[in-house]
């Protein structure tokens, strides 16, 4: 009878020591690709949290706005923001555009019988042109039921604002501004709520409110000769991939129409007396893509510690079963099976329960990701203080998978070898009175 033939016998043969087998290889091959999913949702996730509400695939500001945004500088802002526009969606690479105005507020509630606050509020305000900005940012996915985009005097609250405020849609709200484009300027409008939107980032959720965009800009008082002023414009392309040259290209055609602009350069910033346009790639942007390939790094080590648990589940039971089954080699070998078949016929034994637990751990745990679709760490994350995404999108990857196959075959197959070396070498009498 041939070893192959044996050696697939022989798994069956002790049903209760093989299910422990695979069951503990399978277990492994089901943590790691579910982990792998896991990951490979919170890098995504990340990296569009950043892109989406950040800093865009490319990011164009005005370059005295970039040295001193700390201050939130009003004046330093795009002049004429729709010529910008036009000439933005010239460009073939452009898929959707995004002008904004960030801004500080603050809300009054609850007046006495003095007309004073009993409360307020302090709020960061989004200018945003709703009518690109829904595509944007998908904003009619993250609309609580009973509420609608904004139009002129309304807003948008996130869900903490409208808790503090204890807002409902249709309710009203003095807005007060501390600081116009010229500086130090008292401002304020009534305002009502349109619609209460839940995003998943926990930050964001805080105290954001959207407003639309020409409202914001006459608030600010940067409507200047009925030209309207934007602070940054956030662009996404129809493909990210090689970002920066697309960068040059939307340089080149803001240049061609005669708005000065340059591609920044974290090597060579812009020169203290140039007050043009500054087009942005988002992996220069801020400090945000050096942590996010901080970030990275922490979770392919993540991945790394769950493979080396992974493998010493798989490598401990195998070696666990072999050792248990000296009394076995020793018999087989006094029946006059040499060294090499022994080593031969127990890497069969491994190798046919690891691929069919291997098969079934990756099946259930790529099941289990695509069942699960989707974490909501809100409450997890609810004490960070930075963007980071609270809802994960569970995301699996092919290779990863497939990876994941392969490595428990091979690693349950190899541990074999371990036990059945020493065992082969040792003499059939030896064998046969151990326990």
Not at 99 to 125: C, H, L, M, N, S
Not at 184 to 199: A, D, M, T, W
Not at 291 to 296: E, P, R
């Amino acid at each position: 009878m041939r070893l192959t033939e044996i050696a697939f016998r022989n798994i069956w043969r002790n049903k209760r020591r093989t299910l422990l087998t695979m069951t503990a290889i399978a277990v492994a091959a089901l943590v790691i690709v579910f982990m792998f999913s896991l990951l490979e949702g919170l890098k995504y996730d990340q990296r569009n949290t950043v892109i989406k509400f950040t800093t865009g695939h490319i990011r164009i500001r005005n370059a005295d706005y970039e040295r001193n945004e700390l201050l939130n500088p009003l004046q330093y802002n795009i002049k004429d923001y729709k010529q910008v526009l036009k000439v933005l969606n010239s460009v073939e690479q452009v898929d959707m555009l995004s002008p904004r105005i960030q801004f500080g507020a603050r809300f009054g509630v609850d007046k006495d019988t003095y007309g004073v606050y009993k409360k307020e509020f302090d709020a960061r305000g989004l200018g945003v042109d709703f009518t690109t900005e829904d595509q944007f940012q998908d904003l009619n996915i993250y609309l609580k039921k009973g509420g609608s985009l904004p139009e002129h005097n309304e807003i948008l609250l996130t869900i903490g604002l409208a808790h503090d405020l204890k807002a409902e849609v249709g309710d009203t709200f003095d807005l007060f501004i501390a600081q116009t484009m010229g500086g130090l300027g008292f401002n304020s409008r009534n305002v009502r709520v349109s619609g209460i939107v839940e995003f998943p980032v926990a930050t964001v959720n805080k105290n954001l409110f959207l407003m639309p965009l020409d409202d914001v800009s006459s608030l600010l008082r940067m409507d200047v000769q009925e030209k309207k002023s934007a602070i940054e414009i956030l662009i996404i392309l129809k493909n990210p991939d090689d970002i920066k040259s697309k960068a040059e290209k939307i340089t080149a055609a803001l240049n061609q129409a005669n708005i000065p602009s340059i591609l920044y350069d974290p090597a060579q910033p812009p020169a203290k007396d140039y007050e043009g346009l500054v087009v942005t790639s988002w992996t220069d942007a801020s400090a945000w893509y050096a942590w996010l390939q901080m970030a990275d790094i922490s979770y392919n080590l993540i991945a790394f510690l769950f493979f080396i648990l992974g493998t010493s589940v798989i490598i401990n039971t195998i070696m666990m079963i072999i050792y248990e089954r000296m009394k076995e080699i020793g018999t087989i070998a006094a029946m006059g099976m040499t060294g090499r078949q022994i080593m031969l016929l127990f890497f069969l034994e491994a190798f046919f329960m690891s691929v069919i637990a291997s098969f079934l751990g990756v099946i259930v745990g790529a099941g289990l990701a695509t069942a699960l679709g989707k974490l909501d760490m809100t409450q997890a994350f609810e004490g960070l203080d930075f963007d980071i995404a609270t809802v994960i999108v569970l995301r699996l990857n092919i290779r990863s998978v497939v990876f994941t196959f392969i490595y428990s075959v091979v690693v349950a197959s190899l541990a074999s070898f371990i036990p059945t070396i020493k065992a082969a070498r040792i003499e059939p009498v030896e064998a046969l009175r151990s326990t």
